[in-house]
Structures are given as structure tokens and as C-alpha cells.
């Protein structure tokens, strides 16, 4: 009765994680703390995940990550990687991107090369970002640190009495998938759209909105009275007054005191409201906004803007800037833009103050596209030490001369002491929401295992697959693996995944390493849909995408990464006897 009760549980919170209304760390905690209360984890199991060696490891891994993603490689390679034709650059692009990925947080790979991406000319930027999300998810796939989902189900792994992965245990079937992913890719640049490439054209798919003042000449006059019809570079498409939207606009309409009117067109043509007495741009006269910097940036997985509002957290005053408009991946958002819950990904321009830049919250909340970068860049020496250390490290794990959390530790300790690193750097961006969704996820798992749940479902698999043997199984835990990841997020998939695969390992009587790979492989294969991964969103809206660009570009990819995982995996990692 107990595993039925947990197995329900466990899809009323896959149910809440598709919804997307509660984020994940807010589900995990919840649920992993009420099977605590409800006598189902002990306290011993539930204080042990939070001290998982697995994810001690991630956490240093992620830190020492901060100051790696300041080197000057990445800006310097990234002009050089796009010379040549479009198939040509996805290959280059995809072939670095899949490199750097292997060993560096592929968020902070796919923010590094985003900026530079969205801003060269050489190419449409939409033709190269959804390649660079995909290459960084294909990196990710060829070590054990290349993305927190193979460290997440190493935990898994460890916590179950298996012995640990190792450092390129991963290589042996990620590198040829990943090879045979980016020629499909550049072989497949037709099926990625053409978009806007200019940056006028890119600052067009905003709106501008202006505010009236109760003193302007402008009210109780018309539309057409007031001149507002014929705007150099600018058209007024609605209005908004006392919580109502008049749309479309006629000549005939009279403004009136604390309308807000909504321009679309040229935002950098603000300068046709100077002419406009009593005519506010968020807060500020028009020639205000014209001697502010125009900065574009994108709303990071970090952010604590994420389903706030710019009222909620006083944006203004917060980060010295006014948002100009919203952009959600091809759609320009309009309206009330104080009152739109913001998402991760969504493009934001901003009129930036003189003080915008020396917000120290500012690399934690977005990605800038265009401007000056957030932090000083390491200089030559720097890297090259901070580079040659990490790799350092990397190796000595490789060849088991030092444990990778030792030798992360001890590299985090040079980067604090030399400065590349501060406490209050790691203060901001430590990754609170990620810890507890993984310690709380090995609760879950814990549960769903010693509850009977994950036995429960292995038989099910066996039932299922009866006719077609181990290697039916097999497929049937990655396709379960592939669903989830599309529909959650690739952490999550890989903790609801794994108490299965590892039951059905035990229920056919073999190793449950093939089965543990599949469940590394299959909850970093979200290609088909943008919001169930980090990289995805960065590039949804700086791309200006659309969902079916996503399936376009996507299918052929996670076909091809399918029939090579699951063609591989078997052997590279046999059925032997468990």
C-alpha cells in the first residue's frame, strides 16, 4: 500500500513540475520534507543527502566556475569561429562550444558566447544559438563534470551502493554522439530561421511606452490634434488608461491625463517624443532616455527577477535602468510592462543609468547582449594560471592520483587567495536553489526505493518488455528518461528516472551500469522544447525563436542523439550478470 501511496505522490509532483507555477526547489523540498514528517526517510537519510559527497563536489565545481568564465578565451576565439558559411561556422562554433562544455558549466559557456553571437554580423545570430545550446548539452554528455546532471546521478549512483563514475566514463559514448549531432546540425542549417540580424532591427521588436502628465497641453486634445499620428520611426498603437486597453487608436481619440501610450517601431527614435511637452518616458522626459545607454540583456536562470514583476522589486532603483520594453522570444510583450511576471530568458532593453554597470547583482540577474561587460576580465597571465589549474586538477582525478573534490578545494583556495575570487562573489551566486533540489531529490529517490515504489515499477518494466528482452528494457527506461527531461527540467528527470532504471536493472538480474548511463544520457537530451533547459531559455528570446523552431531544429538532433546512445551504450557498458 505504502508504494502505491509514494508512486502517487511522485505523479502529483511531476504533475506540479510540468505546471511550472512552483519552482522546482520549492516541490523537492516540500516533498522530500513531508516524507520525512510522514516517517518515510529518517532523519539520518535525510540530513545525509545535503552532504553527499557527489554534490559537494558540484558545488565546488560551480564555484571555481565563477572566476573560469571571466577568461578572455572564449570573446577572443569567438570572431574566428564564425568565419565561413553558415555549416561551416556550426561546425567550428559547435565543435569549440562541445570542447569547452566538457569541463566548464555549459550555462556559463552558452553566457559567455552570447553576447558576442547576438552582436556580429557575419551571420543571423538565429542561425548559430540554438546550435551553441545544443553543442553545450552535447559537451556536457562527454565527462563527469561536463554537466550537473552526470554528477547529480553519480550521487544517485553512490548513494545507492553502486560504485562511483568516473571522469571519462562518459567519452566513450558521448564523444562519437556528440560528433554525430553537430554534423547533423551543420548539415541542417536550412531548418534554422532567418531573423532579424541588425541591431535597429533587433531594438524594433520592442515597444516604448510614454506616460501623459496631468499637466501636459496635450490633454483633452485628440490623436490627430496633437500630432501624434505620423511619427518619425514610431507608430502609437494603443493606449492604456485606468486598467483599460484602447486598441487600435483612432484620430479621433482624446488623451487624457495618465494615459499611457504604447509606441512600437524604432525604440531609438524616441527622440520624436522631445517635441511632446508632458510626455514621460517611464518616469523621465524623453530627453533623458536619449542620453542613457541602451542596453539589451537576458534574464538568467539566477535571477530573483524570475515571476516577479518590475513593480514587485522596484527595478529602477534596484539596478539604475528603466526597462524600455520585453521581448519573449519572437513575441513583443505590451501592456502594463510594470505588471508582467518576468520569466527566465526574456530579453529586456534598458535605458541604463550612468550607474548601471557597477551593480554588483548584475551578473547574477542577466546575460548582456550589448554594452560593457559586467566584470573585469582576467588578464593573459591570469587565465592562462586559473585555465592550467583547473585542468591540473582534471587530470590528477582522471588518473586517481587526487580526488576531484580534493583537488577543487584546493584550486578554490588559490583562486580566493589570489583575488580571481571573492566571498562576496560566491555569497551572490551560490547555487542555493540547485543544492536543495539535488539533496532533496536523493530523499525522493531513497524513498521511492525503500518504499517499494521503484520494485513496484521495475515490474511493471518487466511486464512491458517481457517479449523483447533486457536491451527492450533498456530502451524503455531512456524513452521515460527522454519524456521527463522534455517535460521538467533535466535534473529532476534524472532523480524520478533513476530509483527505475535502477529497479529494473535488479528486476532482470544484471548490472545496472547500462542503465545508469541511459538515465545520464537521456536527461541531458532535451532538445524539442526551450523551457525545460537553462541553455534554452538563454537563447530563446536573443534568438527571437519560436516553439517550432525548436521541434525543426531539434528532432533530427535528438533522433540521432537517441540511436546513438542507444546503439552505444550497450556496447560500451555490456549486460553482465548483476
Known amino acids: 500500500m505504502t508504494a502505491y501511496l509514494v508512486l502517487g505522490s511522485i505523479a502529483v509532483l511531476l504533475a506540479l513540475l510540468v505546471h511550472g507555477r512552483i519552482s522546482p526547489a520549492i516541490l523537492f523540498a516540500t516533498w522530500a520534507g513531508g516524507y520525512h514528517l510522514l516517517g518515510l526517510s529518517s532523519q539520518q537519510a535525510f540530513l545525509s543527502s545535503f552532504t553527499n559527497p557527489a554534490l559537494a563536489t558540484l558545488i565546488l565545481l560551480l564555484l571555481v566556475s565563477l572566476a573560469l568564465e571571466r577568461s578572455p578565451l572564449l570573446d577572443r576565439l569567438s570572431s574566428s569561429l564564425l568565419k565561413g558559411s553558415e555549416g561551416r561556422a556550426i561546425l567550428k562554433l559547435g565543435g569549440f562550444a562541445t570542447l569547452i562544455s566538457a569541463f566548464m558549466n555549459n550555462t556559463a559557456v552558452v553566457g559567455a558566447l552570447l553576447g558576442p553571437i547576438s552582436k556580429q554580423r557575419r551571420h543571423p545570430p538565429s542561425k548559430l544559438l540554438i546550435p551553441l545550446s545544443y553543442a553545450s548539452i552535447l559537451g556536457g554528455i562527454t565527462t563527469l563534470v561536463g554537466t550537473s546532471t552526470n554528477l547529480v546521478v553519480n550521487s544517485f549512483a553512490i548513494e545507492a551502493g553502486l560504485p562511483p563514475l568516473h571522469m571519462f566514463q562518459f567519452t566513450v559514448v558521448g564523444l562519437p554522439v556528440a560528433i554525430m549531432c553537430i554534423v547533423v546540425m551543420a548539415l541542417g542549417t536550412r531548418l534554422l530561421p532567418t531573423n532579424a540580424a541588425t541591431e535597429e532591427e533587433s531594438r524594433s521588436a520592442y515597444f516604448l511606452e510614454a506616460r501623459l502628465a496631468p499637466d501636459s497641453p496635450l490633454v483633452g486634445r485628440s490623436i490627430e490634434q496633437n500630432r501624434l499620428r505620423n511619427l518619425e520611426g514610431l507608430f502609437l498603437v494603443e493606449i492604456e488608461r485606468d486598467g483599460h486597453l484602447i486598441s487600435p487608436v483612432g484620430p479621433a481619440e482624446v ?163 589570489s583575488g580571481l575570487l571573492t566571498l562576496g562573489e560566491m555569497r551572490r551566486r551560490f547555487p542555493f536553489e540547485l543544492m536543495i533540489v539535488i539533496a532533496s531529490a536523493l530523499t525522493i529517490a531513497g524513498v521511492i526505493e525503500r518504499s517499494g515504489a521503484a520494485e513496484l515499477m521495475a515490474g511493471w518494466m518487466r511486464q512491458l518488455f517481457d517479449g523483447y528482452g533486457v536491451s527492450g528494457a533498456l530502451v524503455g527506461v531512456y524513452l521515460i528518461t ?82 546513438g546512445v542507444l546503439l552505444l551504450v550497450p556496447l560500451a557498458f555490456p549486460f553482465r550478470p548483476g
Open 482 to 563: 527522454l519524456a521527463l527531461t522534455e517535460l521538467v527540467t533535466n535534473n529532476a528527470a534524472a532523480a524520478l528516472a533513476f530509483p527505475i532504471a535502477l529497479g529494473t536493472a535488479r528486476a532482470f538480474g544484471v548490472d545496472p551500469t547500462p542503465f545508469v548511463m541511459v538515465v545520464a544520457y537521456g536527461a541531458s537530451a532535451g532538445f524539442l522544447i526551450p523551457f525545460g533547459y537553462q541553455t534554452h531559455l538563454m537563447v530563446y528570446s536573443a534568438g527571437r525563436y519560436r516553439m517550432r523552431d525548436f521541434l525543426r531544429a531539434g528532432l533530427p538532433i535528438s533522433l540521432t542523439y537517441s540511436i
Open 255 to 417: 488623451l487624457l491625463a495618465g494615459d499611457v501610450l504604447v509606441f512600437t517601431g524604432e525604440v531609438t527614435k524616441v527622440q520624436a517624443l522631445q517635441r511632446f511637452p508632458g510626455l514621460q518616458v517611464f518616469g523621465a522626459g524623453a530627453d533623458a532616455l536619449l542620453k542613457s545607454n541602451l542596453v539589451e540583456v537576458v534574464i538568467s536562470n539566477q535571477s530573483e527577477l524570475a515571476n516577479r514583476t518590475l513593480r514587485d522589486v522596484d527595478f529602477r532603483t534596484m539596478f539604475d535602468a528603466g526597462v524600455v520594453g520585453i521581448r519573449r522570444g519572437d513575441k513583443r510583450l505590451t501592456g502594463q510592462l510594470g505588471r508582467i511576471p518576468l520569466r527566465v530568458g526574456d530579453s529586456l532593453l534598458l535605458a541604463a543609468g550612468p550607474d548601471f554597470f557597477q551593480h554588483r547583482n548584475l551578473d547574477r540577474n542577466f546575460h548582456v547582449l550589448n554594452g560593457a561587460g559586467l566584470r573585469p576580465r582576467m588578464t593573459a597571465r591570469q587565465s592562462t594560471l586559473a585555465l592550467s589549474g583547473f585542468a591540473a586538477v582534471i587530470l590528477l582525478s582522471a588518473l586517481e592520483w587526487l580526488p576531484l573534490f580534493s583537488g577543487l578545494l584546493i584550486l578554490l583556495a588559490a583562486l580566493l587567495a
